[in-house]
């Protein structure tokens, strides 16, 4: 029977798991790799789904009501899908983003209607971030007390604290996975940004079957900030969890529910998302890059032979052509 639907917030979830045989072939793997499509929703990426929850669990509980304007902070994708919801919903959007992010980002978020103010221009955010080394959790915090506290009828999404971010994997990115595979998953990968993917989706998982691994990446130490390399090419949207005080993780992130951390540099991201264009058609963005990196060292290893490995994918890398993940040059 036809199908018409009626907005775009019927269109987020029920992404595809692939099976990247060209990829796994090349590589002479001897595991499975499926990798979950998230740029199949609406606005290309995972944080649709945590835009929806998140915006319709505010109507829920009052704090978000007709005229109010969303605000959030974000690396993009958030952003995204936030502009597009907002638009779809009528509300106001305004966004803090990251200065290093893709300028696609920017132009996407406009295109909805959005405001988009880099962090660097708002001085309150700006001091902190240069006072703590890039401490986003400590400029969100600065953000919301010095800045939206003296505004009116807003809300702050707020990703890195919103318990509604987990819960949207639990409840549908987790379920995904387990029903797709008919219950045949061995090990779990995902990026770390706020935490919301792998924490939600590993502790639906893990209620399933325990015995399920679940990985989570962070950037490795040359993708990081530091005196000798202060302006290293990041990987968008992956942030560490381990090696940095407690209070710098967002509580989003269950620092209980991964069994290993896997890091991964941003060259080696770059290098697996172009692989994975030229051996099976997907374009996927840095952080997808990162996954497949991580998921085949793991396929590599001989105690994984013949099991069934799941990486999360998020984004598609469409919004990257401004950036030195396709420039031939940079990787040579």
Known sequence: MAKIYESITELVGKTPLLEIKNYEKKHNLNSKILVKLEYYNPNQSVKDRIALAMVEDAEKKGLLKPGYTIIETTSGNTGIGLAAIAATKGYKFRVYIQDQVSRERFQVIKAFGGETIKLSEEPAVARVLEETDGDFVAAIKALREEVLSKEKDIFFVDQVSNPANPAIHEATTGPEIWEDTNGK?????????????????????????????????????????????????????????????????????????????????????????????????????TSSGAAIYAATQIAKRPENAGKTIVAVLPDTGLRYLSTNLFNKEFLG
């Open 185 to 285: 998953v061995d090990i779990l990968v995902a990026n770390v940004g706020t935490g919301g993917t792998v924490s939600g989706a590993g502790k639906y998982l893990k209620s399933k079957n325990p015995d399920i691994k679940v990985v989570a990446i962070q950037p490795g130490p040359n993708s990081l900030p530091s005196d000798a390399n202060p302006e290293p090419e990041e990987i968008t949207g992956v942030h560490p969890f381990e090696g940095i005080p407690v209070e710098r993780v967002p509580s989003t992130m269950n620092l209980n529910i991964y069994d290993e951390k896997f890091e991964v540099e941003t060259i080696q991201a770059y290098e697996a998302a172009r692989d994975v264009a030229k051996t099976d058609g997907i374009l996927v963005g």
